[in-house]
């Protein structure tokens, strides 16, 4: 059976003015997490994850399957956050649980057929000026898709499929200091 409910999210907190991105061990890299983003990243586990075999509370679910945009070092605009976003998460998961990292930001149409033709929940990290390309791609032409801000990372999309139709819900993460309730209008 394909998928009936994909998770999007956007990469957790990047380098901006007041912070500087580091590495998984902690050395100055501007396409990665800043400290808060890993602080993000950690915290996603329990959020899809609880304990060892726990469900997240509606309508969120354990992911089966994760994809986060393909990282070119060669590329000025290219990041790794997408995938340091959910490698926590992934190690949590277990070794079935690797990240399909594949698909470059831009194909979107590739991301959703790969996505929507797996088995189980997705969950996919990418770049927040894309994500609202991938939910038109979901929704039906009609279903109004809001922007995503410049300045969330606290926010997750998920798409129910019921039939042929896709429905979206969003829900704030609340899980660090300043992430804020509010959905995107």
């Known amino acids: 059976m394909?998928?009936?409910?994909?998770?999007?999210l956007r990469h957790a907190e990047k380098p901006n003015h007041t912070a500087a991105g580091v590495d998984g061990n902690g050395q100055l890299d501007a396409k990665s997490l800043t400290?808060?983003?890993w602080q993000r990243a950690g915290a996603l586990v329990q959020?899809?994850?609880?304990?060892?075999?726990?469900?997240?509370?509606a309508p969120l679910a354990r992911p089966k399957h994760l994809f986060a945009a393909y990282y070119d070092p060669a590329a000025d605009d290219?990041?790794?956050?997408?995938?340091?976003?959910?490698?926590?998460?992934a190690a949590h998961l277990g070794p079935s649980s690797?990240?399909?990292?594949?698909?470059r930001k831009d194909d979107v149409d590739k991301l959703i057929q790969k996505a929507?033709?797996?088995?189980?929940?997705?969950?996919?990290?990418?770049?927040?000026?894309?994500?609202?390309a991938i939910a038109r791609l979901l929704l039906a032409q009609?279903?109004?898709?809001?922007?995503?801000?410049?300045?969330r990372f606290d926010m997750v999309w998920v798409f129910d499929r019921i039939g042929?139709?896709?429905?979206?819900?969003?829900?704030?993460?609340?899980?660090?200091?300043?992430?804020?309730p509010a959905t995107f209008n």
């Open 78 to 89: 290219d990041s790794k956050r997408p995938c340091q976003t959910i490698e926590p998460l």
């Open 35 to 37: 400290p808060q983003g």
């Open 98 to 103: 690797l990240i399909d990292d594949s698909v």
């Open 47 to 57: 959020f899809f994850a609880p304990g060892d075999k726990g469900e997240p509370l």
């Open 142 to 151: 009609s279903d109004p898709v809001p922007d995503w801000p410049d300045n």
């Open 164 to 180: 042929a139709v896709w429905r979206l819900t969003q829900v704030p993460q609340l899980l660090l200091a300043g992430d804020s």
């Open 116 to 132: 929507s033709a797996m088995d189980g929940t997705v969950l996919i990290a990418w770049e927040h000026k894309k994500i609202p």
């Open 2 to 8: 394909a998928t009936q409910k994909i998770l999007i």
